[in-house]
């Protein structure tokens, strides 16, 4: 199966996120970027696929961010294909819609039966990738997907995932968009030195593709952390100080037996 | 129709009305008021009726009814939900920040083409504007947004405003379905619904809940804290990254996609308290927060806080426990 897997770049949320001098966006230049998690899960996901069935796996990327190590990461984990799409504003990765746009452009020519991509990026706000992708592609699209297997050359059983710990089978046909949000088992962890191995053995393809001109529809007045809520009462102390007071705490309103 | 209604995307899952709805319906209600337009409840089944009385504080419930909509499937549902949309001309159409909600919201926007808004935690009409204040970057930013153009998904997030109460006059109109895709046309098609298998512990019921994230970092750490639920008497849980490691089943993952709890106890060790998780745990009697950042969004939903990392209080808290059981 010929596989093609879209991954962003996301600001790091361990690290402090700061707001530009305008107020209306993330300051990008003092952030840190990392792979967007659920892009990791496709990516793993396609692997298994490709190691269930045969195939290839392409990733693709936008050139933004830190994208060069995470493409390279990939390669280390078994992805056949690199593909970074030129990109020369340094300050903004492109707008989903735009993003979108971008990709099938790309995803065109190259064929593949299934794209895969996290179902969110934690930065969306007035666009999600991966419908967006699937309507200019014209393919169909479920997301909120956490397992995907072959079903005998017909196409793919995949698992939605609904509250409780349900899922709704669906049975897809290819061509066809999942937006990912677990594989079947957790991204596989490459060491360092098998991704400077991918650098030196792995080539990244650079790709034009016609950035189209995109007016945002959602006019952002205000960007800012939460004004802080009814903050919890913190306890303070040496560990073992804590530790009795929240015993003590627990004993208190019964709930010790 | 007009261009002042707020139609509500009133879904269903495996038979039953999802719990946010009222929510939406509550939300619809709050901007008709300021637009004086209705509030639209549409449903999409193989036979809406049913779901009527559930829906009463709509002014009208559109009812699609199809063979193509016994069970979601996207193709169909998007067809149908388009089709009304594009008839009824609304301001907004409000959609659930939910399974169903998270294909539709943005398909449906890619399609018309509409503006769209993720993470929606309050919506007005000021001076004639949609405004609404939406959650990012797992809470730990908000965005005060103005949308012009009709009509604007908003996508709701659980939780963010009050149920719309008391039963209404509402009409209810059959509307005839657009030509959907059915299972020999569609490219996807609902097979099955898979349960949980039995036999895990059901969290919904525990009293006493252990849960655990990103902070425990490595799979052992999970056995000192098993120790600590089984000494409080409580069981452990998870937030969605243990259990997408498969450190922990997805029968115990607390959250927008996993369960909804309300223990008297919620003890939260590394967990930061994104919305999706909060979702399902905001209920309990009692939340205390072991996080190190201090600025973590789990601190504004807890009762008690405490800024450290949760190994090092683990140990120590087992064991004032036990004494003070004795």
Request: hydrophobic residues 45%; charged residues 20%.
């Amino acid at each position: 199966m010929k596989i093609a897997v879209v991954i962003r770049q996301v600001p790091d949320l361990i690290e402090p996120l700061e707001v530009d001098s305008s107020g209306k966006a993330l300051d990008l230049g003092s952030a840190t970027f990392i792979l967007n998690e659920s892009d990791d899960h496709a990516l793993e996901q396609a692997l298994l696929l490709k190691e269930a069935q045969g195939g290839s796996v392409s990733v693709l990327a936008v050139d933004f961010g830190d994208v060069d190590n995470s493409l390279y990461a990939a390669a280390a984990k078994g992805a056949d294909q690199l593909i970074k799409l030129l990109w020369d504003d340094p300050n903004r990765p492109p707008w989903p819609q735009q993003a979108a746009r971008m990709f099938a452009e790309v995803l065109r020519p190259l064929a593949p039966e299934l794209v895969l991509v996290g179902v969110q990026a934690h930065d969306e706000l007035d666009g999600v990738l991966p419908p967006e992708l699937a309507v200019c592609l014209g393919w169909p699209y479920v997301g909120v997907v956490r397992g995907v297997k072959a079903d005998d050359g017909q196409g793919l059983l995949v698992r939605k995932e609904f509250p409780g710990a349900v899922m709704a089978e669906f049975a897809v046909r290819l061509p066809a968009v999942l937006g990912i949000l677990g594989a079947e088992q957790p991204p596989r962890y490459v060491p360092v030195s098998r991704i400077r191995a991918a650098m030196k053995s792995s080539q990244i393809a650079e790709q034009e593709a016609t950035v189209p001109p995109w007016a945002a529809r959602v006019e952002v007045a205000r960007l800012s952390p939460p004004a802080p809520a009814e903050r919890a009462e913190m306890l303070t102390g040496s560990a073992e100080e804590v530790a009795q007071r929240i015993a003590a705490l627990l004993e208190e309103k019964g709930l010790l037996r | 129709m007009s261009a002042s209604d707020i139609l509500v995307l009133a879904e269903t899952v495996r038979g039953n009305l999802s719990g946010i709805v009222s929510e939406l319906l509550g939300a619809a209600r709050s901007l008709a008021h300021a637009t004086g337009g209705q509030v639209l409840a549409l449903l999409l089944s193989s036979d809406g009726t049913p779901f009527v009385p559930s829906l009463q504080a709509a002014d009208r419930i559109l009812l699609v009814n199809h063979p193509a909509l016994a069970e979601y499937a996207p193709e169909p549902f998007l067809a149908a939900l388009q089709a009304v949309v594009q008839a009824e001309t609304p301001r907004a159409v409000l959609i659930g920040s939910t399974s169903i909600g998270w294909d539709m919201a943005p398909l449906l926007a890619a399609k018309l083409p509409a503006p769209l808004v993720l993470g929606c935690q309050q919506a007005t009409i000021e001076d004639g504007h949609l405004r609404a204040v939406c959650g990012l970057c797992g809470g730990k930013m908000l965005a005060e947004v103005r949308i012009q153009e009709a009509p604007a998904i908003l996508m709701i997030l659980p939780g963010s405003f009050a149920p719309a109460s008391g039963p209404g006059k509402a009409e209810v109109q059959t509307i005839p379905p657009p030509d959907l895709p059915g299972a020999d046309g569609a490219g996807i098609v609902f097979r099955q619904w898979i349960l949980p298998p039995p036999g895990d512990v059901d969290i919904t019921s525990q009293d006493i809940l252990v849960a655990v994230g990103r902070g425990i970092q490595q799979k052992e750490n999970l056995e000192p804290i098993q120790q600590l639920a089984e000494v409080l008497g409580g069981a452990v849980c998870a937030s969605r990254p243990i259990v997408d490691q498969g450190w922990l089943p997805t029968t115990r993952q607390v959250g927008k996609s996993g369960m909804t709890v309300k223990p008297k106890l919620y003890l939260a060790l590394g967990i930061s308290g994104a919305p999706e998780h909060v979702e399902g745990m905001a209920g309990s009697d009692l939340i205390i927060a072991v996080n190190t950042d201090p600025k973590a969004p789990i601190f504004d939903v807890a009762d008690y806080g405490v800024q450290m990392d949760l190994m090092d209080l683990v140990e120590p808290l087992a064991q004032a426990i036990q004494t003070r059981k004795k």
